[in-house]
């Protein structure tokens, strides 16, 4: 992935699908053994900036305030739905749908989070390495410039010498 290149939704399907299938498989199986009532999922959200927050969310149970804000959304037409299927089925369809969005917008979440961390991390250390860069070329260049004045002082000297050396000797 290129710096400048935002993930796109499309691509988080292909990782986090799988993952969202095994854990709806993992809660099924512990759900039919009888071994919790409740299941949380834990994740990161994205913020502006590169920050996230940690955020839980319960899943289940399906409690009464939640229902209570649900009912309260209105109905988008004038017609009811129509229940296929009876009601025990279609509630365990829509409870598995609402398990499978939920877990799949946390590991999104979590995803983008930490890409978007990741992202922010290589931006810094390629600042860093340019920072590192400019003092290292001005301290190449302030010995490279040292050398040459030695250099320059050494021929200066050297003619000097030659000099005083020619002088003293036509002076005899």
């Given amino acids: 992935m290129t710096p400048n290149r935002t993930l796109h939704r499309a691509e988080f399907r292909p990782a986090i699908t799988p993952l969202v299938g095994q854990l709806q498989i993992e809660s099924e199986a512990h759900r039919a053994k009888g071994e919790y009532a409740q299941l949380y999922v834990f994740h990161n959200r994205p913020q502006p900036g590169a920050l996230y927050e940690p955020v839980s969310q319960r899943l289940l149970p399906l409690d009464a305030p939640w229902a209570r804000s649900l009912a309260q959304i209105p109905w988008p037409t004038t017609r009811l739905p129509e229940v296929i299927g009876g009601d025990t089925t279609t509630l365990r369809a829509l409870i598995r749908e609402y398990l499978f969005i939920s877990l799949f917008r946390a590991c999104a979440e979590s995803l983008a989070s930490e890409n978007a961390s990741r992202l922010a991390a290589m931006q810094r250390a390629d600042k860093n390495i340019d920072d590192l860069l400019e003092t290292l070329h001005g301290t190449f260049h302030r010995l490279?410039?040292?050398?040459?004045?030695?250099?320059?002082?050494?021929?200066?000297s050297g003619y000097e010498a030659l000099a005083t050396g020619q002088a003293q000797r036509?002076?005899?």
């Fill in 144 to 156: 490279r410039q040292s050398g040459i004045d030695e250099e320059l002082f050494d021929v200066i």
């Fill in 170 to 172: 036509s002076t005899r």
